[in-house]
């Protein structure tokens, strides 16, 4: 039983080893951008807009705003199991998984999709629906 919490001790301390690097690599990288944004914002603002400049300070303020509002990044881990939940392997460079997929596509599949991008071209390009 001893043998069993030695182990589990060692993964709580790597935990949190990976929780605390992840927390001063986030503090690293905040402060890195706050140095990007207060140098594009004293670039940029008050030439083309008249804005005042700003501080590192204000500009390490704004990366917070900015990453309160609109999340993160890209997709973010959003989107990083999509394939998993819909049973496709999407990670296969847009090749489809799914059983009897390449048959389908050699039988039927491209005579539908020449004739849904036919009917696209007919309305001027746009497939919304009507």
């Known amino acids: 039983m001893e043998n069993n919490h030695g182990h589990m001790g060692q993964k709580g301390m790597k935990l949190v ?3 605390l690097n992840g927390i001063v690599l986030a503090i690293i990288f905040g402060l890195i951008f706050g140095i ?3 140098l594009l914002w004293n670039w940029l603002m008050p030439t083309i807009f008249g804005l005042t400049t700003i501080n590192y300070w204000q500009g390490a303020g704004l990366v917070l705003m900015m990453r309160l509002l609109f999340g993160t990044i890209g997709h973010g881990a959003k989107y990083h199991n999509y394939g998993k939940h819909h049973g496709l392997n999407v990670r296969n460079h847009g090749r489809c998984d799914l059983p009897n997929y390449s048959e389908w596509w050699q039988d039927e599949g491209k ?14 390009g746009n497939d919304n629906g009507s």
């Open 111 to 124: 005579q539908h999709f020449q004739a849904y991008t036919e009917r696209v071209k007919g309305r001027g």
């Open 36 to 38: 990007f944004v207060m």
């Open 17 to 19: 080893s990976h929780v």
